[in-house]
């Protein structure tokens, strides 16, 4: 066998992430649909718009490096996802959903957020300046994403969860 280089490391990250963020875009619609916040929902639905460009830009990368954009499945992405739908599931209808949808949505933020850091690295690390630039715009996006939750989770959402309906 081969050996493997950080060439191969990150190629193989890079289809993790691509997997990972064309999953994210099936789930967000369903955030969206849960949330009992009209501002949670609009925060849904303004991810999926960026996450879109996320994918977009992820095909850039694999242009850049010569190789064809393609998925490779994440599983830490597949149970971060489904813990996210049991919270929907199991909080239906209560005051605690909100909560739980921010703290789903922040566990995908910070997995992305590590994985385009990781990325960026590698790929300044290889001389691939273009596909570093490209990455380190949407960690930045990501970052903001993560920061905007946390402030509507602290000014709302996480206060109108401890409330019981009555």
Request: charged content about 30%; overall charge negative.
């Amino acid at each position: 066998m081969a050996e493997k280089t950080l060439n191969d490391l990150f190629y193989d990250t890079l289809k993790d992430i691509y997997y990972a963020e064309r999953q994210v875009l099936k789930a967000l619609p369903k955030m969206a649909r849960a949330a009992q916040s009209s501002k949670l929902k609009t925060a849904f639905e303004k991810h999926r718009e960026e996450t879109e460009g996320h994918v977009e830009r992820l095909q850039q990368v694999f242009d850049k490096i010569g190789k064809r954009a393609q998925g490779k499945t994440c599983e830490a992405i597949q149970g971060i996802i489904a813990e996210g739908e049991e919270i929907m599931e199991e909080f239906k209808g209560t005051p605690a959903l909100d909560a739980g949808l921010i703290s789903s949505a922040q566990a995908v933020e910070h997995y992305e957020i590590t994985r385009y850091g990781t990325l960026k690295a590698w790929a300044e690390q290889l001389g691939h300046a273009e596909a570093a630039r490209l990455l380190d715009a949407t960690l930045k996006e990501e970052a903001k994403t993560d920061e905007a939750l946390t402030a509507l989770a602290e000014s709302v959402v996480n206060a109108a969860a401890q409330k019981k309906v009555a």
